[in-house]
């Protein structure tokens, strides 16, 4: 939790006992994990925690890029700790995500694209995993 609260200090975030458990399960987990998800991780910790909490909480991180939205399933929308860069795969058969790492076209590495400068990019694969495949 001290690596946490050093993190929180360093973006000049409170750290109260909801936030330091939210971000420790997406930590934890290192894992794509929706609200409910991190809400139920959360609620084993701190019963008394809300949906809306977890959600506002999310949110808040997501703004001080301490977490990363990915809205690569239609239906949900999951979080993930940041650290380095990725892309992301989505399988269609049984709905996992896999972190992807491929090196960048030219055109992100020089973070622009016809005179706009690039901050952000998301980049989802959709298709069958290799375990399905196997299947």
Do not use: W
Not at 63 to 71: D, F, G, R, T
Not at 81 to 94: N, S, V, Y
Not at 108 to 129: E, N, P, R, S
């Amino acid at each position: 939790m001290e690596t946490i609260r050093e993190t929180f200090k360093q973006h000049k975030i409170k750290a109260t006992p909801q936030r330091l458990y939210v971000y420790s399960a997406l930590l934890d987990s290192r894992a794509h994990l929706s609200v409910d998800e991190v809400y139920k991780h959360v609620k084993k910790k701190l019963p008394a925690i809300s949906r809306a909490t977890v959600y506002s909480i999310l949110e808040h991180f997501r703004q001080y890029e301490l977490v990363k939205e990915l809205k690569i399933d239609f239906e949900r929308v999951f979080y993930e700790a940041c650290d380095k860069r990725h892309h992301h795969f989505f399988c269609r058969q049984c709905k996992a995500i896999y972190d992807v790492n491929i090196t960048l076209c030219p055109t992100l590495q020089k973070k622009a694209v016809d005179g706009h400068t690039i901050d952000d990019f998301h980049g989802y694969f959709y298709g069958m995993c290799k375990h399905c495949k196997k299947k």
